[in-house]
């Protein structure tokens, strides 16, 4: 199974500040990581497909990269309505699996 | 609208049985891979099964494997989770979602339905 750790757990950001969430790899996975978005009481939302690729409808300030190991999401210009858990998930290999989230607070 | 919905969650007995369902529209359902994800109380997400467009393919998750059957009606565009031997580490919310069929992404969830195991 390949497991996935993200870092940090929980960030508490001032609006318009950059976060930066880590998601790590057990083993290579290539591209075939994805990132969601759940925000309170709501389910997952995809917000970035195969590590890098921008999802329709999706603002322009999230983005994604990394591939192998170890990749990144990152929100520019953090707005208050991306307070949220933010999950990384491998579609490399089944079993699939999430990372633990990363819980962003809005100061 | 594109949408999904689930239906059948609410409070069971440990070993007892229940089974979701998971109306889809807006949407050739048919054409799409569907699966089940999970969310415990407070705690992270955790895929399920999986299941081709045809129900050529099926996958389970080790902890659900020989519990649980998920199956599909395309005439009816609906997903099914049928959940027997129910433990308490079953408790969670319960998502369908799509994915492509090219890859095991969730492009479409369902607002979920609450499954609680206790006694």
């Known amino acids: 199974e390949i497991v996935l750790t993200q870092s940090p757990d929980f960030q508490s950001v001032t609006p318009k500040e950059k976060v930066t969430i880590t998601c790590r790899a057990s083993?290579?996975?290539?591209?075939?990581l994805h990132w969601y978005q759940q925000k309170p009481d709501q389910s997952p939302k995809l917000l970035i497909k195969?590590?890098?690729q921008s999802i329709s409808g999706v603002p322009s300030r999230f983005s994604g990269s990394g591939s192998g190991t170890d990749f990144t999401l990152t929100i520019n210009s953090l707005e208050a309505e991306d307070a949220a858990a933010y999950y990384c998930?491998?579609?490399?290999?089944?079993?699939?699996?999430f990372g633990g989230g990363t819980k962003v607070e809005i100061k | 609208e594109v949408q999904l919905v689930e239906s059948g969650g609410g409070l069971v007995k440990p070993g007892g049985s229940l089974r979701l369902s998971c109306a889809a529209s807006?949407?050739?359902?048919?054409?799409?891979?569907m699966n089940w994800v999970r969310q415990a109380p407070g705690k992270g997400l955790e895929w399920v099964s999986s299941?081709?467009?045809?129900?050529?393919?099926?996958y389970y998750a080790d902890s659900v494997k020989g519990r649980f059957t998920i199956s599909r009606d395309n005439a009816k565009n609906s997903l099914y989770l049928q959940m027997n031997s129910l433990r308490a580490e079953d408790t969670a919310v319960y998502y369908c979602?799509?994915?492509?069929?090219?890859?095991?992404?969730?492009?479409?969830w369902g607002r979920g339905t609450l499954v609680t195991v206790s006694s």
């Open positions: 083993q290579s996975i290539g591209s075939s």
């Open positions: 299941i081709s467009s045809s129900s050529s393919y099926i």
């Open positions: 195969y590590a890098s």
């Open positions: 807006g949407f050739t359902f048919s054409s799409y891979s």
């Open positions: 979602a799509r994915d492509d069929g090219s890859d095991w992404y969730f492009d479409l």
């Open positions: 998930h491998q579609s490399s290999s089944l079993p699939l699996t």
